[in-house]
């Protein structure tokens, strides 16, 4: 692999993390913000998006551009598959947090259905992260 090559393949890991640190500094003020306008003082998932975007996402991201100046890991066969399978499966899972904290902020009483419905899609979501991990 090239120098060149070698800077583009880690300046886009290095860029996906950056996005990933972004996401989850907005995701950390809009749960401390809706909370705080909505007089909300108990537990809520809201309290992960933050989380879960700085460790799955710019932790990974950023791993895995050190693992770039040693083992070229964008140049694997199936490094494009990961990538994609992986950030949508977080995506997914952070959507889901969201869906979720803000029923419980604002106290909607869900259905049984959908209550199942916001945590199948999470777990698809955690599935595809893991496929994506495995890959």
Known sequence: MTNDRKKKAVLKLIN??????LLAMAGGVFYREFTKFNGFSGRTTLAFVHTHLFLLGMIVFLVAALFEFHAAVTEQKRFGLFFGIYNAGVAVTVVMLI???IAQVRGLELS????ASISGIAGIGHILTGVGIIL
Do not use: C, K, L, P
């Open 16 to 21: 996906a993390a950056f996005v990933y640190a």
């Open 112 to 115: 049984r259905a959908m209550d």
């Open 99 to 101: 869906v979720r904290g």
